[in-house]
């Protein structure tokens, strides 16, 4: 029993600890790199007021989406021990990945605008205004509904405190990691924004088609196999 330890603990490693945070931290990441107004406004308040405040801000709208994360997988567990419910999130899943694929190669196509410049009037608070303005993007909680049940029906993802714990903590890491790269970098590339821009929208437009296509693999299984 015991000679077995080693090799069980790797495995158990990689299912309870490894796999949870990478496909948290991924999960992040791809929601947020996106730009849009939260993004955008770390990456204003950079400019016009410092690193420090930005990342204040940043901190305040990670929090925001730790709840948003933690309240989306409670959902997700539900709705994962009633499989009737899965199969039909699984093919709302399937459309909502098709249309992100169609969106991001033509937003690829077209040449980014320049960020509309968010005026904050306040000097201080800086941490609850990104809580604030974090908390009225509700985008978090179905998409990460979505992903946690796409992944347990794949078998890389269980509902167990321990995986959602760490799913959360990589998902917290990979939100201010994505808000950071707006107030470190755009600060410095702002001439080279709309390429970026650009080889972004290509690069999560491939993945979501990858998903889209394993996706339309797992239903057909499920109807035909």
Not at 166 to 175: K, Q, Y
């Amino acid at each position: 029993m015991y000679a077995a330890l080693p090799l069980l603990l790797p495995a158990f490693v990689a299912q309870q600890i490894v796999l949870p945070i990478t496909f948290g931290f991924a999960a992040a990441v791809i929601g947020i790199i996106p730009p849009g107004l939260i993004n955008m406004t770390a990456a204003r308040i950079a400019l016009d007021e410092g690193r420090v405040r930005a990342v204040m801000f940043a901190l305040g709208a990670t929090l925001t989406v730790i709840f948003q994360t933690v309240i989306a997988l409670i959902f997700a567990r539900f709705i994962d021990a009633h499989p009737e419910v899965v199969i039909l999130l699984r093919e709302i899943g399937l459309a909502i990945f098709i249309l992100l694929t169609i969106y991001f190669f033509s937003r690829g196509t077209h040449k980014p605008k320049s960020a509309k410049e968010v005026k904050v009037r306040s000097k201080k608070g800086r941490f609850f205004f990104g809580m604030l303005l974090s908390a009225i993007n509700f985008f978090p909680i179905p998409f990460y509904v979505i992903v946690s049940v796409s992944l347990s029906s794949f078998g890389y993802f269980d509902f167990e405190n321990s995986e959602i714990g760490n799913f959360v903590t990589g998902a917290a890491v990979g939100s201010f990691m994505a808000f950071y790269c707006y107030i470190s970098l755009f600060s410095k590339l702002e001439s080279k924004t709309a390429v970026i821009l650009k080889n972004m929208n290509y690069i999560i437009g491939s993945v979501t088609g990858l998903v889209s296509i394993f996706t339309i693999i797992n239903i057909l299984e499920y109807y035909f196999g």
